[in-house]
């Protein structure tokens, strides 16, 4: 059974700081893609952050230079280090898991973990 779980949301002042981590099973983890998407209250989920098993990586414009993705495929892990945090950025933040496999597409998501950005 594959599972992606988060941890690491919580409460914090604008300009702080947080960092998200997710821990994937039941998946060979570094031969999946893995991303963080977000979703705010009333608004559709959205990309924010997605790091390929190769490497490269791609940012939604709202976050970019504030917020890094990275990954250590041996501890089979994700992290999305957000800094600089605003209002805006209060949501449910999701990590995700896919790979497509010649016609077969996996993909997997975790159960989300709040980020709330508030004075």
């Not at 939604?60 to 605003?86: C, E, H, P, W």
Request: proline share 3%; net charge positive; with cysteine.
């Amino acid at each position: 059974q594959v599972q992606l779980v988060e941890s690491g949301g919580g409460l914090v002042q604008p300009g702080g700081s947080l960092r998200l981590s997710c821990v994937a099973s039941g998946i060979i983890f570094s031969i999946y893609d893995m991303g963080w998407y977000r979703q705010a209250p009333g608004k559709q989920r959205e990309l924010v952050a997605i790091m390929a098993y190769g490497g490269r990586t791609t940012y939604a414009d709202s976050v970019k230079g504030r917020f890094t993705i990275s990954r250590d495929d041996a501890k089979d892990t994700g992290y999305l280090q957000m800094n600089s945090l605003k209002p805006e950025d209060t949501a449910v933040y999701y990590c995700n898991s896919k790979r497509t496999f010649g016609l077969t597409s996996y993909e997997y998501w975790g159960q989300g973990t709040q980020v709330t950005v508030s004075s």
